[in-house]
């Protein structure tokens, strides 16, 4: 006794489930990349050719145009004047012990501008590092 089936099996693929997660993909990968911008600030740092990480840092940026920038950790940078430098970076040793201080500075900046934070950091032991890109 041979029974049949009343319905045939359909052997076509269906995309349409597989759109929907391409373009959701796409969606999560397009916001993503931009919430990831290190550092907004438009800057040609100086060569170098070693190349090392620290953690946790505060970061100090001078642009060409000779504004300060000051962030910590991931927060994004905000314009500080030069006498409101050093309080911040005290504020936040004390809050993170164990921090580097990151000096980014345009390869354009004054060399007495860099000599003035680094001051600043020798004069309450911080930790510097100074920001390059590395040597091609």
Same mark, same amino acid.
């Given at each position: 006794m041979a029974l049949k089936r009343r319905t045939k099996i359909n052997e076509a693929f269906s995309m349409a489930s597989m759109t929907d997660v391409i373009f959701l993909l796409l969606i999560f990968f397009m916001v993503t990349s931009t919430v990831v911008t290190p550092n907004a600030i438009k800057l040609t740092l *100086?060569?170098?050719?070693?190349?090392? #990480?620290?953690? *946790?840092?505060?970061?100090?940026?001078?642009? #060409?145009?000779?504004?300060?920038?000051v962030a910590f950790g991931k927060q994004k940078e905000q314009t500080v004047s030069f006498e409101q430098i050093a309080p911040f970076l005290q504020e936040r040793y004390n809050d993170e012990p164990e921090m580097f201080v990151a000096l980014y500075a345009d390869e354009t900046v004054p060399y007495r501008e860099i000599v003035k934070i680094l001051n600043i950091a020798n004069e309450n032991n911080f930790r510097m590092v100074l920001v390059t890109r590395p040597q091609k």
């Open positions: *100086p060569q170098s050719q070693k190349q090392t #990480a620290a953690k *946790p840092l505060t970061r100090v940026t001078i642009d #060409a145009n000779l504004n300060y920038y």
